[in-house]
């Protein structure tokens, strides 16, 4: 059996979700050789808490649904900021779930490299780190012999990294294309079912599928920082937002979008990236499908991504794309992935 000490930098939906699963599923983790211990936590809302032996994920899922700071817990530190803790706690890997910001990557960034720099494993479901600053932390990785596990940045827990990389890296990756944000694509789906934006969007927020700021989903911002990490780790592109020809949602109408059905179209944010002479062409834009186009009937909060390749031709993975279980499930993945490896 093997423990990994974990610290977790936000205890949010996601930090929660993957609670959760720890608390059902430890038992099914030990019968494969694996013990996940969360040993930290620090949120800035919810608490910071330290305690080497580890907490229950009950204990931590209990206090926080009951309303109470996780400083109300027996610890032997409360109140470490996320840098103190990593600096200061006896762990083996970071889990970074702060929130996102995909214009300098921060606070996440400087978590993800002062672990790695440490030679704890970093694992983050956040895109900022990953959009901004792969190459460098990969390296860093790489130069410390830990892993920088980033699955859950696209297609939360649906393995689209993996798939890209370890199974289709050999096939030759030449385009990739799909929608890869729940929120709007949710947003839409209910838009033609009748509701109106505004309810579809809070209805997408209470489901915990949208960013803290919701912009980023609806302006296409999140769905062109996972363009921008499918082109850099996917396809060894170097491209950054700006490079992405970006478009969100926010000027369709009810009205276009009942127009589409009633031509047996459908409006979709397709994102896509593909292999050029001189590097990449990205972009994220609403697009009019056919209903009869596969892409057309991917629905709700559902992702979906299509690989074409050289020597497989075109490969589709269709799954869950945000949501608190299905993007905790993420970080055990990664966490698997660290243990396969040991
Ligand atoms: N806000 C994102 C989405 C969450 O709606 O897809 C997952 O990255």
């Not at 009205?255 to 590097?279: M, P």
Request: include cysteine; charged fraction near 20%; glycine fraction near 12%.
């Amino acid at each position: 059996m093997r423990t990994y000490r974990l610290i977790l930098v936000g205890f949010g939906n996601v930090g929660q979700g993957f609670a959760q699963i720890l608390r059902e599923q430890g038992e099914e983790l030990a019968t494969q050789g694996l013990q996940a211990v969360i040993v930290a936590v620090s949120d800035l809302l919810k608490g910071s808490v330290y305690r080497p032996a580890g907490f229950s994920p009950a204990e931590l899922l209990d206090t926080v649904q009951a309303g109470k700071s996780l400083e109300t817990l027996d610890a032997t530190a409360k109140g470490w900021d996320a840098q103190r803790s990593i600096a200061e706690c006896e762990a083996d890997v970071l889990v970074e779930l702060s929130y996102t910001d995909l214009k300098t990557g921060e606070p996440a960034v400087s978590h993800v490299r002062q672990a790695l720099q440490r030679g704890m494993h970093a694992i983050t479901t956040n895109k900022g780190p990953v959009a901004l600053h792969y190459p460098e932390l990969a390296e860093l990785a790489a130069e410390k012999g830990v892993q920088f596990g980033i699955e859950g940045t696209v297609m939360s827990g649906t393995p689209s990294m993996r798939l890209g990389s370890e199974l289709l890296g050999a096939a030759g990756v030449t385009k990739i294309q799909g929608i890869v944000n729940g929120t709007t694509n949710y947003i839409l789906s209910q838009m033609e079912d009748g509701a109106s934006y505004s309810d579809a969007l809070a209805d997408a927020q209470a489901q915990g599928y949208a960013e803290a700021d919701p912009t980023g989903d609806v302006e296409g911002f999140d769905a062109a920082g996972k363009v921008v990490i499918l082109a850099n780790v996917l396809m060894g592109a170097k491209i950054s937002m700006a490079d992405v020809d970006r478009q969100g949602i926010t000027k369709l109408t009810s009205r276009d979008i009942a127009e589409a059905r009633a031509e047996k179209t459908r409006w979709k944010l397709i994102a896509s990236v593909e292999k050029t002479a001189d590097g990449v062409k990205a972009s994220v834009k609403p697009t009019l499908i056919s209903m009869t186009h596969p892409l057309a009937s991917v629905g709700g909060a559902t992702n979906a991504v299509t690989y074409s390749t050289k020597l497989l031709g075109d490969v589709t993975l269709i799954g869950p794309g945000a949501g608190r279980l299905a993007t905790g499930y993420a970080i055990l993945g990664d966490l698997m992935a660290i243990h396969r490896s040991a």
